[in-house]
């Protein structure tokens, strides 16, 4: 599993940072080409040279360093990568994957890849559990990195907690885990629509709802990460755009109705995670409306249902947005539109709603398989998706 790989080992400015010679020697000798890139603290802990001499391989230091093949481009280092593993990671790097700063070379080759994420966090116990590092810990889950420990035992300090790095076996474990997971959705092209679409009254107002976006940008995240061939048609969000995606941003109902016809023609399966607004103002005022009166009615009418509408020979799926009976609700509308497969969720549950990280779903097939998955982040809700997705497609 690991002959071969490009692992991007990242090794960060925590006193665990001598476990990671240990972490390279065994994927070196397990065939895998291991790049390391060490922030300036790690290189406190341990020299450079120790994991030069371990892996063979120039190890990245610092972003204006020249030495190393990779040192001006580290954009090349997030490129070769099958996989980047950070251990230990210490509460600051956390921090900044988490917002999304790169001052260095590591944090600069997290931004720029698409490969796979690990993270093995390695601190004091009470930094660990203090509430902003859990915040930056389920963000980057959130983001799909895979975290593995910190494990219960002695620190640093003395003192004995949850902090420790997680075994170097458990390690080189999730590695191959993350390697095999494979890409079982190369060649494939994938449709995702994504947020809650604006229907405009006015040049300044809309009806709109209260997508986040958050479900569809991560099943794009999750199929290109798994080889698919990802266009993600957006309404407006405030997420940043996946890269290796090709995005196509629209506004309103009959925009995404449009982009999704067109996108549709050559691909394997479509997604519908979008809110779609189901009325739309009956015309769109050219000025400002000005509050004259002391009420004001808009008429409004139905918008295309893009998932009933749109034809073609590629696999559907479909989201139910219900507050009750969701299972036979849900049911009727995979009838309704002619669905391969349905998501339903329950929007009053504050862990699944609007805006959640989380989302807890029932899948419902064709065929009337009811399966109730736990509360799961919505990248992991993407995945178990992905994998109905890649055997329906198994059998067409
Ligand atoms: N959908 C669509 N076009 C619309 C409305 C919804 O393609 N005009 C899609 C959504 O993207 C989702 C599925 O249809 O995948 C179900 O959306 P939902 O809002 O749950 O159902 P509606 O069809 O709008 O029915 P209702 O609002 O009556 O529950």
New binding site residues.
């Given amino acids: 599993m690991l002959a071969n790989k490009t692992v991007i080992l990242g090794i960060t400015g925590s006193l665990a940072a001598y476990k990671a010679a240990d972490i390279a020697s065994k994927l070196t000798q397990a065939g895998a080409r291991v790049e390391v890139v060490m922030t300036e603290s790690a290189t406190k802990f341990i020299t450079p040279l120790t994991l030069r001499s371990i892996t063979s391989r120039p190890v990245v230091t610092d972003m204006f360093e020249l030495a190393s093949e990779f040192s001006i481009e580290h954009v090349a280092l997030a490129e070769a990568a099958d996989v980047v593993v950070i251990a230990p990671a210490t509460a600051c790097v956390m921090a900044k994957l988490a917002a999304g700063i790169s001052d260095d070379e590591l944090t600069c080759t997290v931004l720029a890849t698409e490969a796979p994420v690990i993270v093995a966090p390695a601190m004091h116990a009470s930094m660990f559990q203090n509430s902003v590092t859990q915040q930056n810990l389920a963000k980057l889950k959130a983001r799909g990195f895979t975290i593995v420990g910190p494990e219960y035992g002695r620190l640093a300090s003395g003192k004995v907690g949850l902090g420790r790095l997680a075994e170097t076996d458990k390690i080189i474990d999730t590695i191959g885990q993350v390697l095999s997971q494979g890409r079982d959705l190369t060649s494939k092209r994938i449709v995702v629509?994504a947020g809650g679409?604006q229907e405009p009254i006015d040049p300044v107002r809309h009806i709109g709802n209260r997508s986040s976006g958050k479900m569809g940008y991560a099943l794009a995240e999750a199929a290109r990460n798994r080889g698919a061939e990802v266009k993600l048609i957006t309404a407006p969000t405030s997420l940043p755009e996946p890269v290796g995606t090709e995005v196509v941003s629209v506004k309103t109902?009959a925009e995404?109705?449009e982009a999704?016809a067109r996108a549709v023609i050559q691909a394997d399966a479509l997604?519908?995670?979008?809110?779609?607004?189901?009325y739309q103002p009956k015309s769109v005022a050219e000025a400002k409306i000005k509050k004259e009166t002391p009420t004001l009615t808009l008429e409004l009418i139905?918008?295309?249902?893009?998932?009933?509408?749109?034809k073609g020979n590629f696999l559907k799926?479909?989201?139910?947005?219900?507050s009750q009976n969701i299972v036979a609700?849900?049911k009727q509308?995979l009838e309704?539109?002619q669905?391969d497969l349905?998501?339903?969720n329950d929007i009053t549950d504050p862990s699944s709603g609007f805006g959640a990280d989380t989302n807890k779903v029932t899948l419902i097939d064709k065929q009337g398989n009811v399966e109730d998955l736990p509360l799961l982040t919505k990248r992991e809700v993407a995945d178990r998706i992905l994998d109905r997705v890649v055997s329906l497609l198994a059998k067409r």
């Fill in positions: 629509t679409t109902a995404m109705k999704v997604i519908m995670a979008a809110a779609v607004a189901d139905r918008t295309p249902d893009i998932l009933t509408e749109v799926v479909g989201f139910a947005a219900e609700n849900a509308k309704r539109k669905l349905i998501v339903a």
